[in-house]
T-cell receptor, first 114, second 113 residues
Framework: SQQGEEDPQALSIQEGENATMNCSYK?????LQWYRQNSGRGLVHLIL?????REKHSGRLRVTLDTSKKSSSLLITASRAADTASYFC??????????????FGQGTILTVHP | GAVVSQHPSWVICKSGTSVKIECRSL??????MFWYRQFPKQSLMLMAT?????????EQGVEKDKFLINHASLTLSTLTVTSAHPEDSSFYIC?????????FGPGTRLTVL
């Protein structure tokens, strides 16, 4: 089954606006991470939130985690054109034998218009 | 920070040939590396876990004889796509674990004609 489903699939906003992306997952986790991927490029790690944390901030990023609902959200405030990218959530596999194995959500394509 | 490189960054090959992709941890040792595949406008799907000195562990649905993984040293894992076909065209990304954090390579774009 697919872990980590995200919505919306695509989000188009104007510079200066806030962008909110949501991620849902199915199984228990130790942590959830958010990554950014510019078109055709590798992944950039944005933020990690542990299962015992509810909210975390990093610069213009705010991540929330609700383990009871198995969901997380990523908020980018005061968006910039340079924020245009795909954003993925990724969950770990606490029951697995390989530490570091991640399951990615489907991703949200964010377009910020100047 | 820890850096992971991949080589080549892109490759074009003819159908039926084999292609080798390298994943290197440049400034740290990684006993475990992971290989992901990403089709256009889709998410990353884990293909296999590469373990130094032992056989790779493949995810369900991934053909181990088609995607050969070798992790011969603590800084290098290779993925060989054997007898490549156009449907194997994809973006292949590796990651390596360092101090409980995953570091991703820049990816390799494979196009099979």
């Amino acid at each position: 089954s697919q872990q980590g489903e995200e919505d919306p699939q695509a989000l188009s906003i104007q510079e200066g606006e806030n962008a909110t992306m949501n991620c849902s997952y199915k199984t228990s986790i130790n942590n959830l991470q958010w990554y950014r991927q510019n078109s055709g490029r590798g992944l950039v790690h944005l933020i990690l939130i542990r299962s015992n944390e509810r909210e975390k901030h990093s610069g213009r990023l705010r991540v929330t985690l609700d383990t009871s609902k198995k969901s997380s959200s990523l908020l980018i405030t005061a968006s910039r054109a340079a924020d245009t990218a795909s954003y993925f959530c990724a969950t770990d596999d606490p029951g697995g034998t390989s530490y570091g194995k991640l399951t990615f959500g489907q991703g949200t394509i964010l377009t910020v218009h100047p | 920070g820890a850096v992971v490189s991949q080589h080549p960054s892109w490759v074009i090959c003819k159908s039926g040939t084999s292609v080798k992709i390298e994943c290197r941890s440049l400034d740290f040792q990684a006993t475990t590396m992971f290989w992901y595949r990403q089709f256009p406008k889709q998410s990353l799907m884990l293909m296999a876990t590469s373990n130094e000195g032992s056989k790779a562990t493949y995810e369900q649905g991934v053909e181990k004889d088609k995607f050969l993984i070798n992790h011969a040293s603590l800084t290098l894992s290779t993925l060989t796509v054997t007898s490549a076909h156009p449907e194997d065209s994809s973006f292949y990304i590796c990651s390596a674990t360092h101090y409980n954090e995953q570091f991703f390579g820049p990816g390799t774009r494979l196009t099979v004609l």
